[in-house]
């Protein structure tokens, strides 16, 4: 059974970097599935961040595209996120997701709670 | 890129039926069944319960099932259960190559 756990730092500094990496254990990264980050402000809705897809290439959120790069390590089993010059308004649960390729997540990560703050 | 509409929330007793709307643009809803519907009770993430429009990942019950027309989805629970309570979100990929989720629902069994 494969499953997704998201880590990192829990408090960012304002205009910090922000850095997660989501293991993935039980299976290996197949090349068959594409990897995304979706995250959820306190109370709030989900928000698409940003997916890699087999070939390395990248896709993101027009709104954040100048702050975030995401990565694989398919060596290590893990995807990263990174999102610079983070303010208050970044504060949210990250969840680290697979896509199989047709366009849904079929598994997501428990999420992990990243506050910015001084 | 806007989030999709969705009402903020639906309620229904149990064992009746609820459909929750799920509006976008020609730029994503609308061209493409690529659709899909998560299931979020509180304190957890997300689960997957329709994919490409109308497909029902295997373990997820027949009660619900979902339909589009033109810019807008839908998801629909006959015979809502207690365990049914929950945030709903849709989602479509769009034309641009990206994700964007809808504004989300809070069902409500009374």
């Known amino acids: 059974q494969v499953q997704l756990q998201e880590s990192g730092p829990g408090l960012v500094k304002p205009s910090g970097t922000l850095s997660l990496t989501c293991d993935v254990s039980g299976g290996s990264m197949s090349s068959s599935y594409w990897w995304s980050w979706v995250r959820q402000p306190p109370g709030k809705g989900l928000e698409w961040i940003g997916e890699i897809y087999p070939g390395g290439n990248t896709n993101y959120n027009p709104s954040l595209r100048s702050r975030v790069t995401v990565s694989v390590d398919w060596s290590k089993n893990h995807v990263s996120l990174k999102l610079s010059s983070v303010t208050a308004a970044d504060t949210a649960v990250y969840y680290c997701?697979?896509?199989?390729?047709?366009?849904?997540?079929?598994?997501w990560g428990r999420g992990t709670l990243v506050t910015v703050s001084s | 890129q806007s989030a999709l509409t969705q009402p903020p929330s639906v309620s229904g007793s149990p064992g009746q039926s609820v459909t929750i709307s799920c509006t976008g643009t020609?730029?994503?809803?609308?061209?493409?069944?690529?659709v899909s519907w998560y299931q979020q009770p509180p304190g957890t993430a997300p689960k997957v319960i329709i994919y490409?429009?109308?497909n029902r990942p295997s373990g997820v019950p027949d009660r619900f099932s979902g339909s589009k027309s033109g810019n807008t989805a839908s998801l629909t629970i006959s015979g809502l259960q207690a365990e049914d309570e929950a945030d709903y979100y849709c989602t479509s990929y769009t034309t641009s190559n990206t994700y964007v989720f809808g504004t989300g629902t809070k069902v409500t069994v009374l």
């Open positions: 997701v697979r896509s199989p390729g047709y366009w849904f997540f079929d598994l």
């Open positions: 020609s730029s994503d809803i609308s061209d493409y069944n690529r």
């Open positions: 490409q429009v109308t």
